[in-house]
């Protein structure tokens, strides 16, 4: 395991790097450009540079772009607890307001699409819009995994990480290959992604200790909460409807999140809502076919 590095989180290029307090902790964020805030949310087992795509043509249309890392990732503060959605979605409100906006477009992939969706109904007025990718909402996620037997296997890896202890010693194992195991697995067959700096890159930051049992720590709370007050609570405050505008963008392929599971999501929006499945494509529409998960957010912005 790595101390923090910032050789391999403050990856240089066009955007500059910044830390920002919210929630009680600081925020690793990567930014560039002028006008209103599109904040990008990345998944697991990722870190900030999931969006190195889609930055600067955001910024090059007209936006501020800034992508952050999550709680317990890459140069954000790894904390002891605050691994639930309702903290986590704090920590995007209070960014949001940090970085001195009132409201932002989320975009968020995975577990920062889980986010995305909490941070829509928890803080609506921190929230413009929202663009979630390869990641249903919390309550079509819940669903499908009492009733759909093909998603409760396509998700076995999260019940493998309920274990204690022995996950995180997986995923450092042998300089973090399960990472780069993880990443091609749920890709699509023959994907390119992830090339030699991607596995590369995304494996360092994970053995950023605590990284590992951070990361894991959202999904174990994903498990606990079907059995305790808090998850309950959770449930009968996402029960409101969503009120914003929606992109909802999923690979054709994703081998993780099945494309049925995350299509029901358009039930709990009220406002305008836009499905885009991207054909060839798995779990990771905007590194595995950036240029047209790139057209397609563009597109949905500009609307």
Known sequence: MYAYSGATVDVEGPWTHR??????????VAEMGDGPLVLFLHGFPEFWWAWRH??????????RAAAM?????GGSDKTPRGYDPITLAGDVAGLVRSL??????????????????????LNPRQVNR????????????????F???????????????QLPI??????????ATLVESLLRQWSAPGSAFPDAEAAWRYRRAMLLWPAPHCALEYYRWLVRAAFRSDGRRFVARMRQPVRQRVLQVHGALDPSVLPATAEGSAEYVMASYRWRLIDGVGHFP??????????????????
């Open 19 to 28: 830390w920002v307090s919210a929630n009680g902790a600081r925020f690793h």
């Open 147 to 161: 009733r759909s037997g093909r998603q409760l296997r396509a998700g076995g890896h999260v019940l493998s990480f």
């Open 69 to 73: 890392d999550l709680r317990g990732y």
């Open 130 to 145: 929202l663009a979630v990718v390869a990641a249903p909402h919390p309550l079509r996620l819940r669903s499908a995994a």
């Open 100 to 121: 001195g906006y009132s409201d932002a477009v989320l975009v968020g992939h995975g577990w920062g699409g889980y986010v995305a969706w909490a941070t829509a109904t």
């Open 286 to 303: 905007h590194e595995e076919a950036p240029d047209a998960f790139t057209k397609e957010l563009l597109a949905w912005l500009e609307c």
């Open 166 to 175: 022995m996950p995180e010693r997986r995923l450092v194992a042998d300089d």
């Open 54 to 63: 889609q930055l600067p043509a955001v910024a090059e249309h007209g936006f």
